[in-house]
T-cell receptor
Framework: ETGVTQTPRHLVMGMTNKKSLKCEQHLGHNAMYWYKQSAKKPLELMFVYSLEERVENNSVPSRFSPECPNSSHLFLHLHTLQPEDSALYLC?????????????FGPGTRLTVT | GQNIDQPTEMTATEGAIVQINCTYQTSGFNGLFWYQQHAGEAPTFLSYNVLDGLEEKGRFSSFLSRSKGYSYLLLKELQMKDSASYLCAVRDSNYQLIWGAGTKLIIKP
């Protein structure tokens, strides 16, 4: 595997379910990101991890819970979501956080909350 | 507030040239990025500008004017595979990336 991978690619869940999204980067990067992408809206940064430490949490509801066990893996745990949480969730990584390095994105998880 | 503006959708003809504009108002400036995103796929990095002027990369060029808060992405010799969304993003004084909503480019034969 190369680059940034995400699983699952598609997820349908009810509002009472618990699920997790997984991201893995094979680039040796030190920073990882979760974004939410809704149709015709800008990418919304949710969480940033640098060297496995959470450095940003952009007022995201507590029903989204990130976890970064090591610099290659990032999870987003989902619990009691709302229909408006349906979106494409993108993971990205970069060499370092907070500097002029481009971010490399995974293909995303298309989440539908019913 | 911080804001990135780009057209929602553009249409162009195969073989032609198209210019996608991006204007920004941000708290500080530490570089501007362009990304390409095909439907259902990951955004991929195209270009980075931090100084005024034109950066050329094959068929794609990106221009920046910091005094005008303006950038454009120029695509030459358009091919059908260039049909995608093009995202403009600016890094502000806190090194936060502020994203535009993207421009959907439709290429017609």
């Amino acid at each position: 595997e190369t680059g940034v991978t995400q699983t699952p690619r598609h997820l349908v869940m009810g509002m009472t379910n618990k699920k997790s999204l997984k991201c893995e980067q094979h680039l040796g990067h030190n920073a990882m990101y979760w974004y939410k992408q809704s149709a015709k809206k800008p990418l919304e940064l949710m969480f940033v991890y640098s060297l496995e430490e959470r450095v940003e949490n952009n007022s995201v509801p507590s029903r989204f819970s990130p976890e970064c066990p090591n610099s290659s893996h990032l999870f987003l745990h989902l619990h009691t979501l709302q229909p408006e949480d349906s979106a494409l969730y993108l993971c990205a990584s970069s060499q370092r956080q907070g500097e002029a390095y481009e971010q490399y994105f995974g293909p995303g998880t298309r989440l539908t909350v019913t | 507030g911080q804001n990135i503006d780009q057209p929602t959708e553009m249409t162009a003809t195969e073989g032609a040239i198209v210019q996608i504009n991006c204007t920004y108002q941000t708290s500080g400036f530490n570089g501007l990025f362009w990304y390409q995103q095909h439907a259902g796929e990951a955004p991929t990095f195209l270009s980075y500008n931090v100084l005024d002027g034109l950066e050329e990369k094959g068929r794609f060029s990106s221009f920046l004017s910091r005094s005008k808060g303006y950038s454009y992405l120029l695509l030459k010799e358009l091919q059908m595979k260039d049909s995608a969304s093009y995202l403009c993003a600016v890094r502000d004084s806190n090194y936060q990336l502020i994203w535009g909503a993207g421009t959907k480019l439709i290429i017609k034969p």
